[in-house]
C-alpha cells in the first residue's frame, strides 16, 4: 500500500493497482458494499475490504485529499490496528492546502436505533465518540465505556494501537469454514469466557471499546464531511455505524438544499 498526494478536491480514494485499468474506488458512504465483518467499498466486483483502520487515522489526522494505491484487495493488516497507518502519516508528513474544507456542525440531535443498538449525534464545539461496550454473558467484557475527543495526537496515544477483537466461538465458526485465513494472535485479540488470548497482552484494560472506537471514526469518514459532534454509540458495529452514517448524511444533504 502507497498514500500518493492529491490535488484539492479529491478526497480519499483507493486505486487497485493490481487490476486491469489500476480503477479508481472513492471512499464515501454511496460506494460501500458490504458491512458482514468489516467495512468494504467498491463499484461492481472490484472491491476494497476492511478500509476501517485506514480512514479512522486519517480522519484524526485530517487528511482530506488522498490517493492511496493497493497491490491486493484490502490495505495490510499489520497488527489489526492503526498504528502502521499512523506511522505512515507522520513518516510523509501532512501539506497543508490552500482550499476551504466545510465542517458541519450539528444544530440538533440525529439517532438511529436498532434493537439494543443506540447512535445519537448530539450538538458540540468539538468531535467527541462515547461509545459502550456490552457483552454481559463474556467476563472477561462485560461493560466497558469510553469517550475520547478526536484529535490526530489523541488519537495516537489513545485509540490507534487498539486491536480488533474477537469472541473465540465467532472466531471458530469462521475457522471451520475456511474464512479468516489470515487471523491470528499476531492481528487480533481473541476472547473466551473470562479468558483473553493476546500475543503481548493488552494495550489497556479496555482496549476492546477503544478499537470499537477506532472502527465507528473510520466508519463515520465514508460522509466525506467533516463532522463537530458528540457521537453516542451503545453496541454498535459496522452495520450500524454505516446505516448512522447514511443517516447523518441524508440529514445534511437536506439541510444544504
Known amino acids: 500500500m502507497t498514500f500518493c498526494p492529491s490535488k484539492e478536491g479529491s ?13 479508481v474506488i472513492p471512499a464515501t458512504i454511496e460506494y460501500v458494499q458490504d458491512t458482514s465483518r468489516s467495512t468494504t467499498i467498491g463499484i ?7 478500509i476501517e483502520h485506514v480512514m479512522a487515522a486519517l480522519r484524526a489526522y485530517e487528511v482530506d485529499n488522498l490517493r492511496i494505491e493497493l497491490s491486493a484487495a484490502e490495505p495490510p493488516v499489520g497488527d489489526g490496528s492503526s498504528t502502521s497507518f499512523v506511522e505512515m502519516i507522520l513518516a510523509a508528513g501532512i501539506e497543508e492546502q490552500a ?27 468539538e468531535y467527541r465518540v462515547s461509545y459502550t461496550l456490552h457483552y454481559p454473558q463474556t467476563p472477561a ?3 466497558q465505556f469510553y469517550s475520547f475527543v478526536v484529535t490526530g495526537e489523541g488519537f495516537k496515544e489513545q485509540i490507534a494501537s487498539c486491536r480488533t477483537f474477537a469472541l473465540y466461538d465467532e472466531v471458530a465458526f469462521l475457522m471451520d469454514r475456511g474464512l479468516i485465513k489470515g487471523g491470528s494472535l499476531e492481528n487480533a485479540v481473541v476472547i473466551k469466557d ?6 503481548e497482552g493488552l494495550k489497556f484494560p479496555d482496549e476492546m471499546v477503544r ?3 477506532l472502527d465507528f471514526i473510520g466508519d463515520l469518514s465514508l460522509v466525506g464531511i467533516p463532522v463537530m459532534a458528540h457521537i453516542i454509540a451503545i453496541c454498535s458495529g459496522h452495520p450500524s ?6 443517516s447523518l448524511y441524508e440529514h445534511i444533504t437536506m439541510e444544504k438544499s
Open 11 to 23: 478526497g480519499i480514494v483507493f486505486q487497485r493497482m493490481d487490476l486491469p485499468g489500476q480503477p
Open 44 to 50: 461492481g466486483t472490484t472491491q476494497v475490504h476492511t
Open 99 to 125: 482550499a476551504r474544507v466545510p465542517i458541519v456542525k450539528i444544530a440538533q440531535p440525529i439517532h438511529w436505533s436498532q434493537g439494543p443498538i443506540h447512535l445519537v449525534a448530539l450538538p458540540s464545539e
Open 141 to 143: 467484557l462485560r461493560s
Open 194 to 199: 473470562d479468558v483473553i488470548f493476546s500475543k
Open 211 to 213: 478499537h470499537k472506537i
Open 241 to 246: 455505524n454505516v446505516a448512522f452514517a447514511k
